[in-house]
Nanobody
Framework: QVQLVESGGGLVQAGGSLRLSCSAS????????MGWFRQAPGKEREFVAG????????YYADSVKGRFTISRDNAKNTLYLQMNSLKPEDTAVYYC??????????????????WGQGTQVTVSS
């Protein structure tokens, strides 16, 4: 199995940028399709972005399309989420997740078996 640790969260003003990282250890990182999810207080955890094992395919939630970019570096066992033009409604705990079962990209939480502990992102207005 794979262990995941997120970093890079923090407090930023609306319109600003942050880059989240997710460091993976354990089994071969390139065997896993990866995703970013987020959970705001009182809300369900929702899909943000996903990326295939090779990085060749990506998929985004409509709410972040054009503002966020997911990428991965398989040589460094690291997943990234570049977040630009941040809005207060982006405030949430952000989680990275891994799936050995997905061949390309998936948005459903149930497809991902491994999760990190999360990193807080707060966007002030």
């Amino acid at each position: 199995q794979v262990q995941l640790v997120e970093s890079g969260g923090g407090l930023v003003q609306a319109g600003g940028s942050l880059r989240l990282s997710c460091s993976a250890s354990g089994r071969t990182f390139s065997r896993y399709a990866m995703g970013w999810f987020r959970q705001a207080p009182g809300k369900e955890r929702e899909f943000v972005a996903g990326i295939s094992r090779s990085g060749g395919s990506t998929y985004y939630a409509d709410s972040v399309k054009g503002r966020f970019t997911i990428s991965r570096d398989n040589a460094k066992n690291t997943l990234y989420l570049q977040m630009n033009s941040l809005k207060p409604e982006d405030t949430a705990v952000y989680y990275c997740a891994a799936s050995a079962a997905i061949t390309v990209v998936a948005a459903a939480r149930s497809e991902y078996a491994y999760w990190g502990q999360g990193t807080q992102v707060t966007v002030s207005s």
